[in-house]
């Protein structure tokens, strides 16, 4: 699938959000975390608990780039 959430991980960064407080606080799962790293297909429900946990957008955290 041709989307990157690199945007993703920035922002957790910079809003301080860490894979273990996502874990802790079961915001998703461990498994929808390494399919994000890897760039794979997340659930819409994933994509908005994200955007809720970091006050922000869908396009803030993810974008398109087609296959080449």
Do not use: H
């Amino acid at each position: 699938m041709p989307m990157k959430y690199d945007k993703l991980f920035a922002l957790m960064k910079t809003k301080g959000l860490t894979t273990y407080k996502i874990r802790k606080e079961q915001i998703i799962t461990e498994t929808t975390l390494q399919k994000l790293r890897e760039g794979k297909n997340v659930t819409t429900e994933s994509i908005a608990r994200l955007c809720e946990a970091l006050n922000c957008q869908p396009g803030d955290i993810m974008e398109y780039v087609p296959d080449k």
